[in-house]
């Protein structure tokens, strides 16, 4: 990173470092335990045409800047596609988004890391779901990020155990922030032109400084030590129950919604392409096998 | 359509209608042509298990104004999924896209109709094709449309037979009207996240009035003819044709990037879906069966 922007703490090069360090150990963390859920899941017939799979990791450079490891654990017994990514990257914002950042107007420069997933099962029955948490640097600094799960069939206790998760995350921190989180992550996973949310919710926020760094930080580390909690507990819970053809066609149908929110809506998506990311890496999120009947 | 906006000619009601019968006319044409090719297919072991089909036809009205038709070919022997859409809508912009549009600035009520086709093949050795043409009317009027192909495997003749079509078309009309446009949908159906053209190119173009309705009138109802003719005629020399699983996975996979041009980039889809627009319609361009391994 340059020199120029918020080098002092908070946000200078040590909390850089260790906010980086985080994210590549949240990866490590949730792709054991994910890998160690293929090892685990009963064989039937709907599986067994599968092996139990590890991620591949793969590193990458950002022109301009940076870069980031893409973990991605393909066609497993339990896992289709799932992909844990960090990245640590820095460069300058186009003019086009000097004016959407925090920040970016009086210089351009900045700095992002995060860890980023997305998990799609092979059974309709276990959740689709993802997380992402990040820090970001311009003159300004903040973290973001949340959690949400999107099951094809809704379960009422699963998602108040998703829920509970990072209402027990967001407790410590402040009296509002699960009930701002969880609406804000409802308001925001909303598809309005099929007038559906994508999942059952779960958590987002972003922007995020209260003005005191290690308390913001470790909040943010608590909400990812929600999701490598309790997504394979819940992925766990069903993963060896057996489906009908009917529910994987449901599946399908349901991850072209996915695919709909991310490439119409989901800013995430939509900044990185356009600010030179890595488009494998932002597109691993989507669906290895999808329908629109 | 309201009394105030371009009711004397050209562009008033006489055109208006003459515009929208056309443009079911194309419907019923192409309609007509894409199911022979349902017939006369040859039956192999890789299209035995599918029936011959023809379109089903759904009518539906536009909050604020107007409606279509909708024509889908679901699931048949050569075609895995084809829509031939007609819509006559009207209404007034909002706020957000006056701007964008020429002559809404000063009247926000806009017309607008249109034939809109996208067809996905069953076999990949059988080009995804796309062909539009549409009437639109502010305080200002105008045409639009085109015909691009999508190959998952580029064959020249193919191609070079598809763009002598349009190329034929455009003559009598311009001289520059084939390279102009021809560029045009080169420039627009490019994915530069994926430093990648969509397909192998057709004819685009928008904001089309030279002053003389019947000339541009006539230019659109020979865009589209050249598409009635030409593609019918491409889908026959491949469509017997078998192919491996390792074709079909590229299809599939050529088929995930169409999507991403369509609701990352495509206006039409986007300006569709964010002026309530009719959403079963104008998602019909996705294709039913997609990878993204």
Known sequence: MTDAIADDAPYGEE??????????????????????????????????AFEPQSFERTSWDRDGGGGGTMAVLRNGRVFEKAGVNISVVHGEFSEEFRDRVPGAREDPRFWAAGVSVVIHPRSPLVPISHMNTRMIVTTEGWFGGGGDLTPVYPDPEET???????????????????????????????LPHRKETRGVGGIFYDNHATGDWETDFKFTQDVALAFVSVYPDIARDKMNLKWTPEQRLAQRVKRGRYVEFNLLYDRGTIFGLKTGGNTDAILMSLPPDVAWP
């Open 160 to 190: 108040e155990r998703f829920h509970d998760a990072f209402r027990d995350a967001c407790a410590p921190y402040g009296d509002d922030y699960y009930d701002r989180f969880s609406k804000w992550c409802d308001e925001y996973f909303y």
């Open 15 to 48: 909390h850089k470092q260790r906010a980086a360090d985080w994210f590549a150990e949240v990866q490590k963390r949730l792709c054991a335990r994910l890998e160690e859920l293929e090892q685990s899941v009963q064989v039937h017939e709907l599986n067994e």
